[in-house]
């Protein structure tokens, strides 16, 4: 019996050497009660201080606990819960962000199709015009001159340019019509 007692795998503490069977079986109630308190679940409990204990195990002929070993064993075991619980967190915080994630990819695919939808039907109401009216529509918003500019530029009076840019939205009004919610649309979520 004593061979078997020497054997035993042992862990250092300032009171002495312990046999690590002894330590186990003094704090393990006491020490799942603990983690219970902080994980809220009797399994999880469990295994928290399980993982405890088998980290001692794999330090055990290293490990030189300084303070007491209920010390040591009721620090861990706050430790291990409180990683726990952190990573849970994470894993929530990022399962949130990937589910939001396809919604938000698929919504921006649909816009991207949607604005590309509604730049074809453009183009093709812009070319529709009438030349002189497109041309200063064009001159007005993408080139972004004013009235006067595009009057002087033309040669024609400020009065026919607006005109003809009042001709140039009703138009594009008129053929752009079906697509106005998908532009409201675009416009408030951008």
Excluded at 3 to 15: G, K, L, N, S, Y
Excluded at 32 to 59: I, S
Aim: one cysteine or more; hydrophobic letters at 40%; a positive charge.
């Amino acid at each position: 019996m004593a061979t078997t007692e020497a054997r035993q795998p042992i862990v250092r503490t300032d009171f002495g050497l312990l046999r690590f069977e002894e330590v186990f079986k003094t704090h393990f109630k006491a020490l799942h009660a603990y983690a219970y308190t902080l994980v809220r679940e009797d399994m999880l409990a469990e295994e928290m201080v399980q993982q405890v204990f088998f980290k001692l195990w794999e330090k055990k002929d290293t490990l030189k606990i300084e303070s007491s070993a209920t010390a040591y064993l009721y620090r861990s075991v706050y430790h291990e819960c409180l990683n726990y619980l952190k990573h849970q967190k994470v894993k929530a915080a990022y399962q949130q962000y990937a589910k939001a994630m396809p919604e938000a990819a698929a919504g921006g695919a649909a816009q991207k199709i949607q604005l590309s939808e509604l730049q074809q039907h453009l183009n093709k109401a812009l070319s529709e015009l009438p030349e002189q009216c497109r041309t200063i529509f064009q001159m007005s918003r993408y080139e972004e001159l004013k009235y006067q500019e595009i009057a002087d530029r033309l040669g024609l009076s400020v009065k026919t340019i607006e005109n003809q840019m009042g001709k140039a939205l009703r138009l594009l009004r008129e053929k752009l019509k079906d697509f106005l919610p998908v532009l409201l649309l675009i416009l408030l979520n951008l």
